[in-house]
């Protein structure tokens, strides 16, 4: 099934209702899982327990929980991974083209998207020039 028709068939957070079969390792914040709908082989998820859409949500020890489970995971894929990237998802879904509305993190082995950027185009790097003024523009406007 492809992941856009599981996602129209979807009434309630997946997130929050896992199986104990699911689950590669556990703590009282957040659960480790392998992806349903992976970007590579064997890539994996660390997902709160609680359902929050934002990491502002979190309490110091949720966050701390959810470290070591995005630690295990790495440490987990680099037994048979050379290369593991990370991925933090958040917000609303139907306001930037999230597919979940629970935060949660990707741990993702040999992902290929060095030289690509978010619509798959090649990638282009500033000028010393332009660098420096879009770091003055974006500083302007998160004053």
């Given at each position: 099934?492809?992941?856009?028709?599981?996602?129209?068939?979807?009434?309630?957070?997946?997130?929050?209702?896992?199986?104990?079969?699911?689950?590669?390792a556990?703590?009282?914040?957040?659960?480790?899982?392998?992806s349903?709908?992976?970007?590579t082989?064997?890539?994996?998820?660390?997902?709160?327990?609680?359902?929050?859409r934002?990491?502002?949500?979190?309490?110091?020890?949720?966050?701390?929980?959810?470290?070591?489970?995005?630690?295990?995971?790495?440490?987990?894929?680099?037994?048979?991974?050379?290369?593991?990237s990370?991925?933090?998802?958040?917000?609303?879904?139907?306001?930037?083209?999230?597919?979940?509305?629970?935060?949660?993190?990707?741990?993702?082995?040999?992902?290929?998207?060095?030289?690509?950027d978010?619509?798959?185009?090649?990638?282009?790097?500033?000028?010393?020039e332009?660098?420096?003024?879009?770091?003055?523009?974006?500083?302007?406007?998160?004053?």
């Open positions: 099934m492809l992941y856009s028709e599981y996602l129209k068939k979807q009434r309630k957070c997946p997130f929050c209702n896992l199986f104990k079969e699911e689950i590669f556990s703590n009282n914040s957040a659960d480790l899982i392998l349903r709908a992976p970007y082989k064997n890539h994996m998820l660390v997902v709160p327990k609680k359902h929050k934002f990491m502002w949500q979190l309490t110091p020890k949720e966050k701390r929980n959810i470290d070591k489970l995005v630690m295990r995971a790495i440490d987990l894929l680099h037994k048979k991974h050379k290369n593991v990370m991925l933090y998802k958040e917000g609303i879904k139907k306001e930037v083209g999230k597919s979940i509305s629970h935060m949660h993190f990707h741990i993702i082995p040999d992902m290929q998207i060095s030289f690509v978010a619509n798959l185009n090649e990638r282009k790097f500033y000028s010393e332009d660098y420096l003024k879009r770091i003055e523009k974006l500083k302007q406007e998160l004053k």
